[in-house]
């Protein structure tokens, strides 16, 4: 009897959670009950946004199968939030289909405002020039709909000669300069930075490379108080690192690790923030279920602490996360 009343139990809470996983209901408030924030779905490589008193969060998707060995990821997702708890997901507003010139795999991005146009840096598969490759979509909002900013891409494999693998023109990372100079850092194996153009989606001038120690990919460049910060994933299975310069064109000074490798997954992917008067290291692990791991990660956040020299406290991974920012 105990065991019949059991498996019923199973079957009903295994019932439940596909019913969640298949209606998705999308511009609902997501409450994040600590780490890993989001449960329905699997979220990777989060870049956030601060605009307008609230933080946007895009986040790649992992649809591998269970136990598939390898990334399956089809299009991004966008959620906004007031107080970095309570999220609202908006539908996903960018796909790789919407990339005609791109094969498949929609890695790494990152999303900035310049003059109330939202510019969604990603990487992908291209389709003829073979390789990863960096395209730029556009729009009106930061909760899209986006489109292609181009047509083609913004940056191929051909035009990167200093790493000799298809795949190093990836996880764009870009930020707008205090004169209003933008620049595009990304790589992985290889850690290269470029000038845009005011339009964002136009290199400007020289691809130039970055000497990091021990550097993989996930580049991530901020700027706080007069110092500019470049994070990075170092060595494989990968922990965080970052350097610091007071100017943006380097030389950067290597500082050290922030964050230690994430529970479950090769890969830990960070954006960094300001908000609200605190600051936010966001990541993605492979906790959110048994059968979770590096192709089926998850977004958490914790809090970053800056020493009084602007150097970063090693990062506290929880599975508590954080609470709602005032
Ligand atoms: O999500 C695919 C790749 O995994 C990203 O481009 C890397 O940064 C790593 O997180």
């Known amino acids: 009897?105990?065991?019949?009343?059991?498996?019923?139990?199973?079957?009903?809470?295994?019932?439940?959670?596909t019913v969640s996983k298949a209606n998705i209901l999308k511009d609902t408030v997501i409450h994040a009950n600590g780490n890993p924030i989001i449960r329905h779905e699997f979220t990777a490589?989060?870049?956030?946004?601060?605009?307008?008193?609230?933080?946007?969060?895009?986040?790649?998707?992992?649809?591998?199968?269970?136990?598939?060995?390898?990334?399956?990821?089809?299009?991004?997702t966008c959620f906004s939030s007031s107080d970095m708890v309570n999220w609202t997901e908006h539908p996903s507003p960018l796909n790789v289909k919407d990339f005609a010139w791109a094969r498949a795999d929609a890695w790494a991005s990152q999303v900035i405002e310049r003059d109330g146009k939202f510019y969604w840096y990603?990487?992908?598969?291209?389709?003829?020039?073979?390789?990863k490759a960096i395209g730029v979509a556009i729009s009106d909002s930061p909760t899209g709909p986006f489109k292609d900013a181009r047509g083609t891409a913004l940056v191929t494999n051909d035009m990167t000669k200093a790493a000799k693998h298809p795949w190093d023109d990836i996880d764009p990372s870009v930020i707008i300069d205090k004169d209003g100079q933008a620049y595009l850092f990304w790589g992985n194996g290889v850690c290269y930075y470029a000038k845009l153009k005011a339009n964002?989606?136009?290199?400007?001038?020289?691809?130039?490379?970055?000497?990091?120690?021990?550097?993989?990919?996930?580049?991530?460049?901020?700027?706080?108080?007069?110092?500019?910060?470049?994070?990075?994933?170092?060595?494989?299975?990968?922990?965080?690192?970052?350097?610091?310069?007071?100017?943006?064109?380097?030389?950067?000074?290597?500082?050290?690790?922030?964050?230690?490798?994430?529970?479950?997954?090769?890969?830990?992917?960070?954006?960094?923030?300001?908000?609200?008067?605190?600051?936010?290291?966001?990541?993605?692990?492979?906790?959110?279920?048994?059968?979770?791991?590096?192709f089926h990660r998850s977004v958490c956040i914790d809090y970053l602490y800056y020493n009084k020299d602007g150097s970063i406290k090693r990062v506290v991974m929880t599975s508590e996360g954080v609470k709602a920012a005032k």
């Not at 990603?122 to 390789?131: K, R």
């Open 45 to 76: 490589d989060p870049a956030a946004m601060v605009y307008k008193d609230k933080v946007y969060l895009y986040t790649g998707h992992d649809e591998a199968p269970t136990n598939h060995n390898g990334y399956v990821m089809h299009n991004w």
């Open 122 to 131: 990603v990487a992908v598969d291209h389709a003829t020039i073979p390789g």
């Open 200 to 294: 964002m989606t136009e290199l400007d001038g020289e691809i130039k490379t970055i000497d990091l120690p021990h550097y993989t990919e996930a580049p991530w460049i901020h700027e706080r108080n007069g110092w500019y910060y470049l994070s990075y994933a170092y060595e494989f299975p990968e922990k965080i690192a970052y350097a610091m310069s007071k100017n943006i064109n380097g030389p950067w000074v290597y500082k050290g690790i922030i964050n230690e490798l994430a529970g479950n997954s090769n890969t830990n992917h960070q954006a960094i923030i300001d908000f609200k008067g605190k600051s936010y290291f966001i990541y993605h692990n492979g906790a959110l279920a048994a059968d979770a791991g590096s």
């Open 1 to 17: 009897m105990k065991i019949a009343k059991y498996i019923l139990t199973i079957t009903i809470a295994a019932s439940c959670l």
